[in-house]
């Protein structure tokens, strides 16, 4: 879409990509409907945002007959494609898209897009600070050019299209509820991994992975996608890229291939058949191999876009995390506490379970994803002092755990307050206390934010 003057749009979904859309719809002249299922009180701070504008709001469900006046469905990425109006829409032939959708047809400048199951907003972060970082000594005629991060992380940056030049940068988390209406693919793709996460929603790891996909099926022989050679899930697309390829991982780069490499504990870049050492995985300020992983998928991003490799290094060397992931919130009676309130898959949990050495209180719990947790109950039995199960999903987790009995302790508490007060009575002088959940957070809390400053202000006010 180019003229969006006078188009009838239904924009599905209330919350920050939804109001992003509405925001920069209207302003371009389109008849914009909101709906959402919740009530106008539940909403009112989201009605002061987009007051003064021309949108019509129904809310409270989704009536089929709003479609008679639509001629295009916006989802925001909550929405699943199996909603009832989503449905009905497609069967009246009426086009789907999103915000995302929406910026990448209209962003002036180049892009670079960041998925997979895990570690893309700490990814998707530090590749903005090298951009930030070495944009800001690229001044040309007085001007600096602007590096602009969001998308699935942080403000929506249709928020801030009108406001880009074709100098900028623009960097995007995109998930693959985003992903499955995208037909236009950034410049630079990343495809971190692909493992089992949100099957509740997508059904299948083949239709999980075919989302993950559409972030490389639309670029050109100019562009450049970004893989794991270590993952068997972002391996596995190198089929799909249409341009050129550039990879990362602690695996020996082959010969005269291009990315990033671990080598005697020191990351390399390798450019235009040139090696070169960058820093020491020691001198990171990030806990775990997985970080390590995706500071060379920064490294290797970066370098593609042509980044200064000074200002690359220091961004790196700086880089503290993010919050909600492995984040330190306090230390109680000899015991460290941790927040890594973004885990909300297994597999996120692993990787948390192996970034410490300390005896280790493990919080899980939250929703369900219809994910499989067997190969953590096995990690669990190996590495873990005592567990302690909160949630929808305590159950399921405990079965699960009981397939792989060990050492450890079990504790099962109503709520995440709870089994805070419980791990703090199991805490003693060198354990560490770790909140990485396995579980969403929408049996308690509106996210994972939410759920991970909740978690931090109890452990916090501990006695």
Known sequence: MRDWTGKRVLILGAARQGLAAARWLALQGVLVTLND??????????????????????????????LETTDILCISGGVPLDNPLVVAARLRGIPLTNDTQIFMEIVP?????????????????????MAKQSLETSRQNGKVATAFVGGNIGDPLLNHVDGMEADDLAIL???????????????????????????????????Y???????????????????????????????????????????????????????????????????????????????????????LAAF??????????????????????VAHRLEFVCARNGAKWYNDSIATAPER??????????????????RDKNLPWADLAELVRQRVKHVVLFGEAAAKIQAALEQAPGGYTLRRCQDLEEAVRTASGLAVPGDVVLFSPGGTSFDQFRDFEERGEAYRKWASELL
């Open 109 to 129: 400048c180049l892009t670079i897009g960041i998925t997979g199951s895990a570690g893309k907003t700490t990814t998707t972060t530090l590749v903005g600070s």
């Open 173 to 207: 988390e995109i998930s693959s509820f985003q992903l499955e209406q995208l037909t236009v693919s950034p410049n630079v793709a990343a495809v971190l991994n692909v493992t089992p996460n949100h099957l509740d929603r997508h059904g299948k790891m083949e239709n």
């Open 209 to 295: 992975t075919a989302a993950k996909r559409r972030i490389l099926d639309f670029q050109s022989p100019a562009d450049v996608a970004v893989l794991c050679r270590d993952d068997a899930g972002s391996w596995g697309l190198r089929q799909a890229v249409k341009g050129r390829l550039v990879s990362f991982g602690f695996s020996p780069l082959p010969r005269g291939e291009e990315g990033t490499y671990l080598s005697g504990g020191i990351l390399h870049l390798r450019h235009r058949d040139v090696d070169m050492p960058l820093l020491h995985a020691n001198q990171l300020q990030l806990r775990g191999d997985h970080n390590v992983m995706n500071v």
């Open 37 to 66: 299922r919740r009530s106008a009180g539940q909403l009112e701070s989201a009605r002061q945002e987009l007051a003064g504008l021309p949108v019509n709001w129904v809310l409270g469900s989704h009536p089929i007959e709003i």
């Open 300 to 321: 290797a991003i970066g370098n593609t876009m042509g980044l200064k490799l000074d200002a690359m290094l220091l961004a790196a060397s700086e880089f503290q995390g």
């Open 349 to 366: 949990t692993m990787a948390a379970i192996r970034s410490f050495t300390e005896p280790l209180i493990l919080l899980l719990g939250g």
